[in-house]
T-cell receptor, first 114, second 111 residues
Framework: KAGVTQTPRYLIKTRGQQVTLSCSPISGHRSVSWYQQTPGQGLQFLFEYFSETQRNKGNFPGRFSGRQFSNSRSEMNVSTLELGDSALYLC?????????????FGPGTRLLVL | GDSVTQMEGPVTLSEEAFLTINCTYTATGYPSLFWYVQYPGEGLQLLLKATKADDKGSNKGFEATYRKETTSFHLEKGSVQVSDSAVYFCALRATGNQFYFGTGTSLTVIP
């Protein structure tokens, strides 16, 4: 089975722009979660989608949004980029998101905001 | 709310030394507990997990036991190798909730 894939792998943007990141989960997985990883804050949860519905949401401003499509692929969007948004954005999937399931991570998208 | 407290690093050990990375948790329910590992430039990979009290997860020589009485899930390995150099994350998930990750512990093993 193919793993979680994320595109693009690297991205450079300037302040004020917006960006869309994509995540394709493992085939058959319906839960997709997004995380922001920075050296100072560690791994921070952004949101989780299951069957096209946002199920959980972290403590991020409204500039961060996401969606999930009927094939379980997910996108996250960041509008009005700030320097502090520079980070590694990780996507993870699992079959249905029950507490016993393992989350499988993609390689991440590294975003640099100039 | 749910949370994970993880031993701060960085940790530097000589090859074949014994490794312990402490992890304690707070959870309102009965969570599953996980250890993930992240190698440079990569995403997180599951190392091991335990889904109920007294379960022991193990993989690649690493072990951790789910201790409900001490709310702990410490990671151990008897003899580390240079290839174990990575960042290790403790995590929990309770039913209906998101994953909560610790801050990560960087391990460097020197020959």
């Amino acid at each position: 089975k193919a793993g979680v894939t994320q595109t693009p792998r690297y991205l450079i943007k300037t302040r004020g722009q917006q960006v869309t990141l994509s995540c394709s989960p493992i085939s058959g997985h319906r839960s997709v979660s997004w995380y922001q990883q920075t050296p100072g804050q560690g791994l921070q949860f952004l949101f989780e989608y299951f069957s096209e519905t946002q199920r959980n949401k972290g403590n991020f401003p409204g500039r961060f949004s996401g969606r999930q499509f009927s094939n379980s692929r997910s996108e996250m969007n960041v509008s009005t980029l700030e320097l502090g948004d520079s980070a590694l954005y990780l996507c993870a999937s699992c079959p249905s998101g029950t507490y016993q399931e393992t989350q499988y991570f993609g390689p991440g998208t590294r975003l640099l905001v100039l | 709310g749910d949370s994970v407290t993880q031993m701060e690093g960085p940790v530097t050990l000589s090859e074949e030394a014994f490794l312990t990375i402490n992890c304690t948790y707070t959870a309102t329910g009965y969570p599953s507990l996980f250890w993930y590992v992240q190698y440079p430039g990569e995403g997180l990979q599951l190392l091991l997990k335990a889904t109920k009290a007294d379960d022991k997860g193990s993989n690649k020589g690493f072990e951790a036991t789910y201790r409900k009485e001490t709310t702990s899930f410490h990671l151990e390995k008897g003899s580390v190798q240079v290839s174990d150099s990575a960042v290790y994350f403790c995590a929990l998930r309770a039913t209906g909730n998101q994953f909560y990750f610790g801050t990560g512990t960087s391990l460097t093993v020197i020959p």
